[in-house]
């Protein structure tokens, strides 16, 4: 068994701009936990504890239904967070959809899932690039968002999907692609 999700990878470009804010959101900050720059990616399933042979399921059906996506164009929006108890829970980027593709890619992710037995998930989906967790600021958050409003408009091109393994290794979350989709 693993734990393991399905997500696309962060040009590396993109990911030194995130990580110049996410420096300025230590800096500014009383508490955190920071995601490593190896680590910034745009979730579309999470899975949980899976078997081998679930991955290889969830893989032949991603390659039956992604079939027809031939790249996903995705633009950076601004910093958001999901709040939590006395703390911002999670801090990340708005990921907009600009082709489209993306909500046919988590529509068919979904399906393919449910055809290996992973349960369709029951909230909406919010596609964005996670930066921090339990974050305690002692500014308010537009402080935070306006020095992020320079990746506004930043365009990240998707050219594959992977099924990636979650592991804990020497105390640092490692994220490896296991099995991955390309587009024609």
């Known amino acids: 068994m693993m734990r393991a999700f399905i997500g696309v990878g962060i040009p590396w470009e993109v990911k ?9 959101l230590r800096e500014k900050s009383t508490r955190g ?10 979730t579309l ?3 949980g504890e899976v078997s081998d042979d679930t991955v290889d399921k969830i893989y032949e059906n991603m390659e039956a239904n992604l079939n027809d996506i031939k790249r996903i164009d995705l633009k950076i929006k601004e910093l958001g967070f999901f709040k939590g108890d006395g703390c911002f829970r999670v801090i990340y980027f708005k990921v907009s959809d600009c082709s489209g593709m993306l909500k046919r890619a988590y529509f ?15 909230r909406p989906y919010t596609p964005h690039i996670t ?3 339990d974050v305690v600021l002692p500014y308010g ?16 091109s998707v050219g594959r999907i ?7 290794i020497n105390g640092k979350r490692i994220y490896t692609p296991i ?6």
């Open 162 to 168: 992977s099924i990636i393994k979650s592991e804990q």
């Open 45 to 47: 399933k999470f899975l």
């Open 179 to 184: 099995k991955t989709l390309s587009f024609k």
């Open 141 to 156: 958050f537009d402080f935070v968002k306006e020095k992020a409003s320079c990746l506004d408009g930043t365009d990240i």
């Open 33 to 42: 936990r920071w995601k490593y720059i190896d680590n910034f990616h745009l």
């Open 16 to 24: 030194n701009k995130i990580i110049a804010v996410q420096n300025i």
């Open 108 to 122: 068919g992710i979904e399906k393919s899932c449910c055809l290996a037995g992973i349960p369709k998930e029951k």
């Open 131 to 133: 930066i921090a967790q």
